[in-house]
């Protein structure tokens, strides 16, 4: 049999300067830019003002888009969740959440926007659902620009807060994750400030301290889960490499280049971290590294063990927390009803 025909690259994937558009006038460049990322136009077909023999030969080394929308979970007016095929043929999901101005103080018109970096992720966190049917691949930096604008798309909704917190771990993608965020920030691309992109890790010592020396002032979020290395070794095999002492130096080397406050997203699990004794230690780290705490009562996944704690439980957790003088917040209500934990939607399409 003939081999398959080598798959076409993504133009999403290469910077403008980096398009190979032949003996096109430089103009070419910013007009393909403004029907891209200006007037989203997902064919070359659509870019009129092209002439018809450029847009045919752009079809022809290129592609344009590299997501299909396969679902969308949610309403309008709470969380959503998108499930998107790739090209080759893996899903990943997207996940929106508008503002709610009257538990958060939030402004009506934010919407977050949480970005999946891999498909299916190697760290095996032991209650996340992302891991569990293994590690894929690494998205291209395409395919993280794309999740933002397919989402916009769908929902009419304009992102204008981006965590990259979805499916994986983002500083396993360094490398696409800094072409990404170059587009995504750029005049010419998506142009969402710096300070509105937060970068979730479950605590890549090395990549830390590589986002901390890069210029842009990104935001950098900590999946901490486990206050002291017994609890969170339970919990995350990524803490024998990288335990929490060295983990906190390199949130405080961050935090003394970047001068912004950290933040440690801490999922409570019944019987497990939710006791008042992690409490403590939580606003002890928190208070020491100036960071806020973003607590999320533990979804259910089919398949694991762990289970939500009591809302008394949660409440006297927040207590302590606040009477330590730490900033936190708990995210109660988004989500539960949409198999909210990170791939679960994609492992029941999986099914």
């Given amino acids: 049999m003939p081999a398959s025909p080598a798959a076409k690259p993504l133009l999403l994937d290469q910077s403008p300067d980096d398009w190979q558009l032949g003996a096109a006038p430089a103009y070419r460049r910013r ?12 064919s070359f077909s659509l870019m009129t003002s092209l002439p018809a023999a450029f847009r045919q030969q752009l079809a022809a080394d290129y592609e344009l888009a590299p997501l299909q929308h396969v679902r969308t979970q949610g309403s309008r007016d709470t969380t959503r969740k998108f499930l998107f095929r790739l090209s080759c043929g893996d899903f990943i999901e997207s996940v929106l959440i508008p503002a709610n101005p009257a538990l958060y103080g939030e402004r009506a018109d934010r919407f977050t926007l949480c970005v999946s970096a891999q498909v299916g992720c190697a760290y095996g966190c032991k209650f996340c659902a992302s891991g569990l049917a293994g590690w894929k691949k690494n998205l291209s930096p395409g395919e993280l620009i794309a ?23 983002p500083l396993a993608n360094y490398r696409n994750l ?68 060295q983990l906190f130096d390199a949130c405080a080397y961050y935090q003394e280049r970047k001068k912004q406050m950290l933040t440690f997203e801490f999922i409570l699990i019944r019987g497990v971290n939710d006791s008042e004794r992690q409490a403590a230690l939580l606003a002890a780290h928190a208070r020491r590294l100036n960071a806020k705490i973003n607590l999320i009562p533990y979804n259910q996944v089919e398949g694991l063990p762990w289970e939500r704690p009591a809302d008394r439980d949660i409440k006297n957790f927040v207590a302590t927390v606040k009477a330590a003088g730490v900033a936190a917040t708990v995210r109660l209500e988004k989500g539960r009803d949409i198999d909210a934990a990170c791939g679960q939607l994609r492992l029941r399409e999986l099914s």
């Fill in 147 to 169: 999740q933002i604008m397919q989402v916009e798309k769908l929902s009419g909704a304009t992102v204008n807060n981006l965590v990259f917190m979805g499916m994986g771990e």
């Fill in 31 to 42: 007009q393909l830019t403004d029907w891209i990322f200006r007037r989203r136009a997902e």
């Fill in 178 to 245: 800094l072409a990404a965020i170059e587009v995504i920030n750029a005049d010419w691309g998506l142009r969402l400030g710096a300070r509105r992109i937060t970068v979730s890790t479950s605590g890549i010592v090395p990549q830390i301290r590589a986002l901390a020396d890069q210029p842009r002032q990104l935001r950098l979020a900590i999946s901490l889960h486990g206050a002291d290395n017994a609890t969170r070794n339970r919990l995350m095999p990524v803490n024998r490499k990288y335990p929490l002492e």
